[in-house]
């Protein structure tokens, strides 16, 4: 995984890659945005404690899941479990994602990376919300969506080809995920916040998700230019 010259690229010109994703979002408009900004909404309104007791707030997420991308009808493309054993496999990890309630990955200071990084492979194994073996994309996703201010979504199409992450499989995600919260939590580390005016809102509301938007507009600009 070689990333140096992407992320050099995208932290000194952050505003551009945020202008570049800002204006394809009309691709994930509808029901994406709709039940992420109900996700955002229960953060806003209620501990996480209150929320990973409340079946709404699952409901959000599982319908988030599929909206993006998640699950697909028919006998191809990715299935999700039911909603009943995937609340289930939320709630057995209770315990370890109230212990990382309020982090932030910016905020995170050197000696607790370690810490962080290993609580988060403990739920990424006990997490099961696909029917199928791959997890890392429906477990960061699911993760992000209770923790928005920690974990950064990650998917194949944005995420893993702006590392140049080719070889993924089963065998390899829980490498690959550690590797991957720890290049966020450098970008995190290099932004310069103030040249966004960054804000919370809705669709942003943490700089996990600000790189993210940031990724998505780097790939999808380079894309462009390669088309």
Known sequence: MN?????DELTKNIKKFLDYAEQGQKKFGGPSKYFYSKIIGCHENNSLKELLDDDKFYEYIYATLISWGMHRMGKRGAKMRDFCPFRESIQDCKSELLKLDKKALERLMPDQINQTQNALLTIFHKLKIMKTNSKIVSTS??????????????????????FGEKNLTSKNEEKI??????????????????????????????????????????????KRRAD
């Open 3 to 7: 990333d140096d010259r992407n992320t």
């Open 141 to 162: 996703k699911t993760l992000h969506f209770i923790l928005p201010e920690l974990v950064v979504p990650i998917d194949r199409e944005y995420t893993l080809r702006f």
């Open 177 to 222: 995920f550690v590797e991957l919260f720890n290049r966020f939590y450098k970008i995190s580390q290099k932004l310069k916040l103030d040249e966004v005016n960054f804000k919370k809102s809705k669709f942003q509301p943490s700089v996990a998700k600000l790189i993210d938007n940031a990724i998505i507009g780097y790939v999808a600009e380079n």
